[in-house]
């Protein structure tokens, strides 16, 4: 094992890792040495990947955490017991994201998706991000696609017209601002974020979706091996080798551009006001505070 493949004495966190790339690429992870913190909805299906993964990476250090993302109260329970349990976090891998054909409203009144795959990254990064401090080089690696839906802050979660791929990819162009904002952020402590398209890859996500768009998917992916292998190698590549290495967007190991929208300041600016007082975080210049609140705009 060369040195730049020695993950020991790391904590990394993978949201979603029941399943798809983020449990492949715990698995991968776990071999490496790194200590992994499984994230999962809470289900017979959690354990059974926390064991398939000690299994195939012959790791005992893969811990399980199960947690609701859909449900910002159980994300801020697992901030809460992340910040308990480790005295650092070295990797943070934002995975989880979920797919509707249908308009579905949490508990807590939130959109599903955006609540799952925008609004739950959100808030447990910068729950997080004194413990990603404690690392030398703490990173957060947020996996998006890309995204040519413009957010509507007149219909953020649906509630004047849902089309579920337009809402789905409008999360993902959220999770993009989110990171550009972000790192600017943290710009000048040990963090780094970036996000990173590992690429189509045959996982359940898109079940819901019609025939047709499960079948172009299924033609043109990568196996879920392929897209973690994806992100280990941005995870394992040094800053000084990035062309950005705080704030880029990655595919297949190079840099994305970005076109004007998401390069927007007012736009990001704009997102992450609301994201707060939806979640009832606050984040500005490293000083992070919550109110445990969570409202609608």
């Known amino acids: 094992m060369d040195e730049l493949a020695d993950m ?46 000690i299994r195939k990476s012959r790791s ?11 449900l910002m109260e159980d994300v801020r329970r ?9 005295s650092r976090l070295d990797v943070l891998i934002n995975n989880a994201a979920v797919f509707k054909v249908s308009r579905v409203i949490t508990p807590e009144g939130l959109e599903l998706m955006f609540a799952t795959n925008y609004l739950a990254p959100f ?17 957060v690696i947020n996996l998006t696609a ?22 789905f990819s409008r999360t993902k162009m959220a999770l993009l601002l989110f990171t550009l904002e972000l790192a600017r952020r943290v710009a000048g402590t040990p963090v780094r974020v970036n996000a990173l398209y590992p690429g189509l890859a045959r996982t359940r996500l898109m079940r819901e979706a019609s025939f047709k768009v499960r079948v172009f998917i299924y033609m043109s992916a990568y196996t879920t091996p392929h897209a973690a292998q994806a992100v ?13 290495p705080n704030g880029g967007f990655y595919y297949e190991g ?15 600016d704009h997102l ?13 210049s490293g000083i992070f505070s919550h109110t445990g609140s969570i409202r609608n705009p």
């Open 146 to 167: 890309p995204s040519t839906d413009s957010i509507d802050f007149d219909n953020l979660q649906g509630e004047k017209g849902f089309f579920p791929l337009q809402t």
């Open 123 to 139: 808030l447990l990064t910068l729950r997080l991000v004194d413990l990603l401090k404690a690392s030398s080089d703490g990173q």
């Open 8 to 53: 020991r004495g790391k904590t990394c966190l993978i949201t979603g890792g029941s399943a798809g790339i983020g449990k492949h690429t715990a698995i991968l992870l776990a071999r490496l040495g790194a200590r992994v913190i499984l994230v999962t909805r809470p289900s017979e299906r959690a354990s059974r990947a926390q064991n398939e993964v």
């Open 272 to 284: 992450w006001e609301i994201s707060e007082t939806m979640t009832g975080v606050s984040f500005n």
């Open 254 to 268: 190079k840099e994305l551009a970005l076109d004007a929208y998401v390069l927007d300041r007012e736009v990001q």
């Open 78 to 86: 697992l901030a809460d017991e992340v910040t308990r349990r480790y």
């Open 232 to 244: 280990l190698a941005l995870l394992q590549t040094p800053a000084h080798e990035l062309e950005t």
């Open 60 to 70: 005992d250090a893969v811990d399980l955490i199960p947690a609701d993302l859909s």
